[in-house]
């Protein structure tokens, strides 16, 4: 089913005459080593995260991700866009990293100095000056955090797209949505409704996106949450009130087909602003 006419139906399930805020579904393609970008995606000229992209899609436009423009190392291993063990920083200014005093390699990240800058002495990796502790308080607590951040296989990526429901025919690997709490909790009762299915959000506050909604889904091929992370919400800019969750495709079908066949049993439209 085209992701545009699953999307209005999704949003249609709501039981709202107008969703405020709306919210505008993500799709997410992974491009392979060897194939073509589809034409109608902005490229090099647009260096961001990729909760950045994810972001710029959700406002309307479609972009594509590569090694070249991706802002954030940690976003790049975490798509298979950038080997995680390189020990030579990216080239080029790239948005996370250019708050550093000196940027910080892949290897840097992968290997936990970044995020226990403080702790591992690495004090040119932070970000908020010579006071920043970190996002970890040792360097064994920031291992052990990454260890447990999936990632996609650089040997396979080539690229990752990042489009609105309405801008491309392209059926998604994975759909992306920036809800409030309220949109969440109707999207989560529509997703246990055929099954009573539980919903185990895995998510650390870190690679919040890249992570959390997009490698994990698509790895795992399951629905799972975030509340987003320190660079979607500083560089992002995911406003104060969203949270994300990310689903395979066929995920996203099932759940608007249940989000219709529940509407009677959740009324959206009752539930206080």
């Not at 589809?38 to 406002?59: L, N, R, Y």
């Not at 009130?241 to 079908?253: H, K, N, Q, V």
């Amino acid at each position: 089913m085209q992701f545009v006419k699953i999307a209005n139906r999704f949003l249609t399930a709501f039981d709202a005459e107008r969703l405020d805020p709306p919210i505008i579904p993500v799709g997410v393609k992974f491009i392979p080593k060897g194939a073509r970008v589809p034409a109608g995606f902005a490229g090099d000229d647009i260096p961001t995260p990729w909760c950045g992209a994810v972001k710029i899609a959700s406002e309307g436009s479609a972009v594509v991700i590569t090694e070249e423009n991706i802002g954030c190392p940690a976003g790049g291993i975490a798509l298979g866009l950038v080997d995680a063990d390189a020990t030579d920083p990216l080239p080029g200014d790239r948005k996370y990293t250019s708050l550093m005093r000196d940027p910080a390699a892949p290897a840097d990240f992968t290997n936990g100095y970044v995020y226990a800058c403080a702790d591992s002495r690495n004090s040119q990796f932070a970000l908020f000056g010579e006071s920043d502790v970190g996002r970890y308080k040792t360097l064994g607590a920031s291992r052990h955090a990454v260890a447990g951040m999936c990632g996609l296989d650089r040997s396979v990526m080539s690229a990752v797209l990042a489009y609105p429901y309405a801008a491309s025919d392209l059926t998604p690997d994975v759909v992306i949505l920036s809800l409030t709490p309220k949109q969440a909790l109707r999207t989560i009762q529509g997703y246990a409704f055929s099954k009573g299915d539980r919903v185990t959000l895995s998510t650390i506050g870190i690679r919040g996106v890249c992570a959390d909604v997009t490698a994990l889904p698509y790895l795992e091929q399951r629905l799972n949450g975030s509340f987003f992370c320190l660079g979607a919400r500083a560089l992002a800019g995911f406003e104060g009130d969203r949270l994300a969750l990310g689903m395979p495709y066929g995920e996203f079908c099932q759940l608007t087909i249940n989000m219709e066949e529940s509407r009677t049993g959740f009324p959206y439209r009752l539930y206080p602003a």
